[in-house]
């Protein structure tokens, strides 16, 4: 018997606030410094509801910062357009009426509109893919670590560096987060996620390291240390199979540091 196919579902990322962000974050800081107002439609006021987009643009052409509703059905490639970054709110909506896009071979996985139906608010983990949920259990514990490993350094300079130094190696040699991680999030459809990871993750544990006394040498390790960790974290189930691709994962989780941080189930 042949398999269903699994329904579409289409998701929209808001601001905290439940509003739209602008389509084109270039044309929006344009007309911003020209003293335009931008508009835009909240949601969260919206749910169960249908709704004409405000300022509907030509379709389907950037020609006005926000001229039409623009969805994703792959959740791990949300963050690409949101100008403001993390935290978002998450909707999952139904497009009605003309769809169109600027190219399926460019974006598949993009779709966009001029009237929407809000069908509910949905956990905003999912933009960063199914491994959410373990993405940001990973940047929640960031400050702690990154702490943690500062102390670790101030504690035993030489020691350390020797350590971190090897396995640094080791990670650019097997190109485990620039090669693994980066090809492995494209072919999922996670390369937006894992680029809004390696951002939180290099801001939070720099920040942490940094109010910890950590100096210039030591805070690009803990960086790129909380980079690793949480790439490994979102591609755990793409970075798997074999011996070789499990030392990978290994490495992105800081094997030959210390104890490999855990990975939440």
């Not at 003293?35 to 509801?49: F, Y």
């Not at 809000?118 to 960031?142: I, K, M, P, S, Y």
């Not at 702690?144 to 500062?150: E, P, V, Y």
């Not at 020691?159 to 090669?179: M, N, P």
Request: glycine letters at 8%.
């Amino acid at each position: 018997m042949a398999r269903s196919a699994r329904p579409v579902v289409y998701y929209m990322a808001t601001r905290p606030d439940g509003t739209l962000p602008p389509t084109d974050t270039y044309l929006a800081r344009y007309h911003r410094a020209q003293g335009e107002t931008i508009s835009t439609v909240n949601l969260a006021d919206h749910i169960g509801e249908t709704v004409d987009h405000p300022t509907p643009g030509e379709k389907w052409y950037t020609d006005r910062p926000f001229g039409y509703f623009h969805m994703y059905t792959r959740p791990g490639e949300i963050l690409e357009r949101i100008e403001d970054g993390w935290p978002i709110r998450l909707f999952v909506v139904e497009p009605l009426g003309e769809t169109g896009n600027w190219g399926g071979h460019h974006s598949p996985y993009w779709l966009m509109s001029h009237q929407i139906r809000v069908v509910e608010e949905t956990d905003a983990w999912r933009a960063f893919g199914h491994r959410g949920q373990q993405t940001l259990a990973a940047l929640a514990q960031l400050p702690d670590l990154a702490r943690q490993w500062a102390t670790d350094w101030a504690a035993d300079p030489e020691g350390t560096r020797r350590t971190y130094t090897a396995w640094e190696k080791r990670v650019d040699r097997t190109r485990a987060l620039t090669g693994w991680a980066f090809c492995r999030a494209q072919y999922s459809r996670r390369e937006a996620a894992l680029q809004a990871a390696n951002e939180l993750a290099a801001d939070a544990a720099g920040q942490a390291a940094t109010d910890a006394g950590a100096d210039p040498e030591v805070l690009a390790a803990i960086r790129l240390r909380a980079r690793c960790l949480v790439a490994g974290q979102l591609m755990f189930d793409r970075i798997r199979n074999g011996e070789y691709e499990q030392s990978v994962r290994g490495l992105l989780l800081g094997a030959g540091l210390d104890t490999p941080a855990p990975v939440p189930a």
